[in-house]
């Protein structure tokens, strides 16, 4: 039941798409094209995301562990 | 903006007005789909130009294609690839009277809605929430239908003649002497088409070096009768007080462009009620400035008449005002009284001038007697003068009808534009996709609705619009609110952001008005 509701669920969002974008008015071949094209760039998306971002991300996080680690001494010679 | 106004006095009740802003994301969405169908639609033209796919609408023959084209303007990509995909939607044949139900010929497409073609099969007892018939005269049988079929086994239907020469028979006279009666005027003239009235008129009433003030959203007989006159046209914002009295200024000082001389004449173009919006003019303050700046009014009241007013007679009525006030009160047969034409009415001075100057009265063909005598019967109907209480019956079911839809409508959350009092309700839809959708799925619940969109309205503003009739019995208007609701939540059509509180269901009350909560 939950899973009938859940997919029932999914389709509606989907037809609320097709009416915003309004692949719900175009011909078959129309909406291959457009799909096709969609597909395509968040998939570019997503390979653009895994490749760089998460690099970017890890060497933020590497800059500011380097920052809070040397805090301690830095703060020690202030208060003295 | 909603606003209660009581202006000094000049309006003896509440004026409830609502245009709900579009929401912005609502907006930027409605852009996204046109922006995406503007593509396709280039695809498609390229395609269609280098032959990779069949052209089936209209072009140029081989030896003009190096003249000046005649199809690549934006109405023209627009009909090609916007408005050829929703077409099922519009010109859907019927094949009963128009009343409360109808029936309609099923068809189908089988190309995307370049042809069509019917499958045989007729779709019985549809829900007519389209029809302009707001007092329920639009029947095949009763009064009306028996008078109008005694008067076709002796008159015949055809008159062979315009007014002036030999069609002017004493049916047409009865009518006018009766419609000038009604209205509370003078004297009036009837014409056998409502569009004709409005654009041979207006250009015997006024030509060059005359002014016209015409509101923003004036229908096109309006506007084309006053391009033909030859006169100035001034546009005022739609039923904005503000801007009509700065352009009334702006013309007393300044005058004529070039010269300075005065203007001959100034007249005010408004309408009743303006069909796409669902707004009520602001007649009293209209009225007020008149008098004051000294111009001449024209009042359009082709959907107003017989659906506003306490005994049907329209604007003027409902604002408790001297018919005598507005220079020349127009109107049409077509809408609440189920028949065809149009009329004027004003002073005996100014009626016998249009019987002879005006285009119609010398030209067109008088009207055809057996629709003279349906107008005739609708309006001794309305007035009581046939010795029953039905006319009066019917304006009020209509105006109960109109506040119940309409408030049931707000309480969903639907957009609705318009006063609370109109019968029109336009409800928002926005998004072209949503149009299409509207429609059909409406139709396979069994309700006949309008959907309109670009040319008629702003090209984000479609909306679906929904004529009330004093025919609709409470039950086909819940049958009807409860498969809006379940379309509006299928289509994510609640746009509302104001929640109405919910009021008690009282019996219609004329000083009654809604609260809102912000």
């Known amino acids: 039941m939950d899973m009938r509701s859940a997919k029932n669920y999914v389709f509606w969002l989907f037809c609320q798409f097709e009416l915003i974008t309004c692949s719900y008015l175009m011909e078959p071949w129309e909406k291959v094209l457009f799909y096709s094209f969609n597909t395509g760039m968040v998939g570019m998306l997503l390979y653009t995301t895994y490749t760089c971002v998460a690099a970017q991300v890890g060497t933020a996080l590497r800059l500011l562990w380097h920052c809070l680690g040397t805090q301690p001494d830095s703060a020690a010679s202030v208060v003295k | ?518």
């Not at chain 2, 009036?188 to 923003?216: H, Q, R, W």
């Not at chain 2, 004529?467 to 019995?473: D, I």
């Open chain 2, 1 to 518: 903006i909603n606003h209660i106004v009581h202006n000094g006095g000049l309006y003896k009740r509440p004026f409830n007005e609502a245009f709900e802003e579009t929401p912005m994301l609502v907006a930027v969405l409605t852009y996204v789909g046109y922006g995406v169908l503007t593509l396709f639609g280039y695809l498609r033209d390229f395609m269609r130009q280098w032959k990779i796919e069949k052209c089936q609408n209209a072009t140029e023959r081989e030896e003009q294609k190096d003249f000046v084209p005649l199809y690549q303007d934006f109405e023209n990509f627009y009909n090609r690839n916007l408005y050829m995909r929703i077409r099922d939607s519009w010109n859907r044949p019927i094949c009963s009277v128009p009343g409360a139900k109808v029936d309609m010929m099923e068809r189908v497409s089988h190309d995307y809605n370049w042809t069509f073609t019917y499958t045989g099969r007729v779709i019985k007892d549809i829900i007519n929430m389209g029809s302009y018939n707001y007092l329920g005269f639009a029947q095949n049988a009763g009064a009306c239908q028996e008078a109008a079929a005694k008067v076709l086994s002796q008159y015949g239907a055809g008159v062979c003649s315009t007014r002036q020469e030999m069609g002017n028979l004493d049916k047409h006279e009865e009518l006018e002497k009766l419609v000038a009666r009604f209205l509370g005027v003078e004297s009036a003239m009837a014409y056998g088409m409502g569009f004709a009235t409005n654009s041979m008129n207006i250009p015997a009433l006024v030509g060059k070096g005359c002014l016209i003030l015409s509101d923003e959203l004036n229908h096109a007989s309006l506007v084309l009768g006053a391009r033909l006159s030859g006169a100035t046209i001034r546009i005022f914002k739609h039923n904005n007080m503000q801007s009509l009295e700065k352009l009334l200024k702006d013309a007393i000082v300044h005058g004529q462009p070039r010269t300075r001389r005065p203007w001959k004449k100034i007249l005010i173009l408004v309408e009743g009620i303006y069909s796409m919006e669902g707004s009520i003019v602001r007649l009293p303050e209209v009225i007020a400035l008149k008098k004051k700046y000294k111009s001449y009014l024209y009042l359009d009241e082709a959907h107003s008449i017989g659906a506003l007013g306490p005994s049907g007679r329209g604007v003027v009525e409902y604002f408790g005002l001297n018919p005598e006030d507005v220079d020349v009160m127009m109107g049409t047969f077509t809408k609440s009284f189920g028949a065809a034409g149009g009329y004027t009415g004003g002073k005996k001075e100014l009626i016998d001038y249009l019987r002879t100057y005006s285009h119609s009265a010398v030209y067109a063909t008088s009207m055809s007697p057996p629709v003279v005598e349906q107008i005739i019967t609708s309006v001794k109907c309305i007035m009581g003068e046939d010795g029953t209480t039905v006319g009066r019956a019917r304006v009020q079911q209509l105006a109960e009808n109109t506040r119940y839809f309409r408030r049931r409508l707000k309480e969903m959350g639907f957009i609705i534009y318009g006063n609370e009092d109109s019968p029109v309700v336009p409800l928002m839809l926005y998004m072209p996709a949503k149009i299409g959708a509207f429609g059909r799925e409406m139709l396979k619940r069994n309700i006949g609705v309008v959907v309109v969109g670009f040319p008629a309205t702003p090209i984000i503003e479609s909306r679906a619009r929904f004529c009330l009739s004093a025919a609709h019995t409470k039950e086909m208007l819940d049958t009807a609110l409860k498969e809006i609701n379940e379309v509006g939540d299928l289509l994510q059509l609640k746009y509302s952001r104001r929640r109405l509180v919910p009021l008690l269901d009282r019996p219609f009350d004329e000083t009654t008005y809604e609260e809102t909560e912000d």
